[in-house]
């Protein structure tokens, strides 16, 4: 049956011709974006592992650069653990000249304390973007390694651990120094921490050489004051024999102190090692003081070598031998974790790659695919064209039954 009001035919190509061009604009549109999955509509589960997957890999690349931040600070520490061991090595040669009979110990001694200086100059200057491994500041540092994700989703970070050497000289102790509060030591005695409220607030740190270890020449006291350090080094002097030693620490510090220029913030040495701090400005401040012992550090022993005489030229032999063996076995131990953070820093080159290719596994289009579905579809396209202009000039042939 034929009908000038419902065209089957043209209804069926009309539809076929919306499915192709349909179809088309899906091609077109892996084409122009590279992507079989471009959004959400097209594939939800495919562009939501996608999309977890990418985070996972943004996460890494802060995590390489974590890795790289850590192998730069340790390798600076190796590096100084490694030529601090060479020049322990040349000290050695020189104790070892200076054991026989006729040398110049004079000289010999003085190139022993041309090499400690050297060592204490290394020491300090091994820092990488403010953290020093070396120098006995630190206890350890943790480098981030890696993002874990588990079969539910959670996410955790894991990292790994630098164990700092110490090499320094000297080094914090708690040698109960430093007191407050109307002149008591309080504490284990190395640090001390004062919290002046603004206004007027007030309070005392106490040095009191009495309380614990006696004070020896080389020892430090520092005072922090927000983010400002002032110091006072000891000297043989202040320790001399019938010298009050906390007085003069007090009063040196008093003045290193005052010469910060910390505005509303007033110091005054009140005798027997108490120095008073008042607090005028509007916000509180923090002041913490500790104690550096000279010859408290890794290589504390380094300060006590002599060879001066026949008998400090025998006892320096093995006290070199054990600096020796500390500083071998920190560059050791430095070498160690800087090669698992290279490993690791391999690894996760690796692993970004692997899952970027498994994004592009997920939504990337095959574009030679792509190619020749086009072109079968724009065949199909002007097939299905063609059709619908011969349905919807069916109609016409009605005419014809109608002609006398």
Known sequence: MSSILTNNSAMIALQTLKHINSSLAGVQSEIST???????????????ISKIMESDVQGFKSISESLSLGKSTVAVARNAAETVTDLLIDMKEIIAT???DNVDRAKLDADVDALTSQIQSVVGAAQFNGLNLVDGSTGST???????RDSSGNVTASSITVT???????GYTANDIFGSSGGTPSGDGDTVVLSLDNGGGTDNIVIDDTAGAAFTAGDRVNITIGSQVASYTLTANDVAAGNNTSDLAAAGLKNAIDALNIADLVVDFVGTGQ?????????DVTITGQFVDAGSGGLGALSSIDVSTAVAATAALGTIETLIDTSID?????????????????????????????????????????SARLQALQVQQQLATQSLSIANSAPQSILSLFRV
């Open 275 to 283: 120095l008073d701090f008042t607090n005028d400005a509007t916000t």
């Open 142 to 148: 943790a480098v981030l390694a890696s993002l874990d």
């Open 330 to 370: 920190a560059t050791a131990a430095f070498g160690s974790v800087e090669g698992r953070i290279e490993i690791q820093t391999n690894f996760v080159t690796k692993l970004t790659d692997s899952m970027k290719s498994g994004i592009g596994a997920l939504v990337d289009a095959n574009m030679e695919e792509a």
């Open 98 to 100: 200076a054991q026989g």
């Open 34 to 48: 590279g992507k079989r999955v471009a959004t959400a509509s097209d594939s939800s589960a495919m562009w939501a």
């Open 164 to 170: 700092a050497q110490n090499l320094a000289s000297s």
